[in-house]
């Protein structure tokens, strides 16, 4: 028994510091879809393409709204494929823990 409690202390920690340290995610790794408002054309291709349907545009009060739901979003880059704009991208982030839906929508809006 001590024997393996000695192994075990010489071999130190094998996992990670995570939460405490943040992990980042490897090369290549497809995480949270970010928009960026300044290049949107607001043309709904990424939304045409979306399996989930998780991304929408809406038009209303003279206002072009383009939404991205998280909550269904299944990382598959598909809009980020089609957006001639790089209006959207996804990103190296991985921590989508929510107590709520609404916490998980992004919107970005133009005036008409
Ligand atoms: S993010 Fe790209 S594909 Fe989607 S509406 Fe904007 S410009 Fe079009
Ligand atoms: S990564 Fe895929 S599922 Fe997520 S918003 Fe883009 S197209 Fe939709």
Same mark, same amino acid.
């Given at each position: 028994?001590?024997?393996?409690?000695?192994?075990?202390?010489?071999?130190?920690? +094998?996992?990670?510091?995570?939460?405490?340290?943040?992990?980042? *995610? @490897?090369e290549?790794?497809?995480?949270? @879809? +970010?928009?960026?408002?300044?290049?949107?054309?607001?043309?709904?291709?990424?939304?045409?393409? $979306? @399996?989930?349907?998780?991304?929408?545009?809406?038009?209303?009060?003279?206002?072009?709204?383009?939404?991205?739901?998280? $909550?269904?979003?299944?990382?598959?880059?598909? $809009?980020?494929?089609v957006?001639?704009?790089?209006?959207?991208?996804?990103? +190296?982030?991985?921590?989508? *823990?929510?107590?709520?839906?609404?916490?998980?929508?992004?919107?970005?809006?133009?005036?008409?």
């Open positions: 028994m001590l024997e393996i409690l000695k192994k075990t202390l010489k071999a130190g920690s +094998q996992t990670t510091k995570y939460p405490q340290i943040p992990d980042e *995610a @490897p290549g790794f497809r995480g949270k @879809p +970010q928009l960026f408002p300044d290049r949107c054309t607001y043309c709904g291709e990424c939304a045409a393409v $979306c @399996p989930p349907n998780v991304i929408w545009l809406t038009e209303e009060r003279g206002e072009k709204t383009l939404t991205l739901s998280y $909550c269904g979003c299944i990382f598959c880059g598909r $809009c980020e494929e957006c001639q704009s790089g209006a959207v991208k996804l990103t +190296q982030e991985y921590e989508l *823990a929510s107590k709520t839906k609404e916490d998980l929508l992004t919107s970005i809006r133009r005036k008409l």
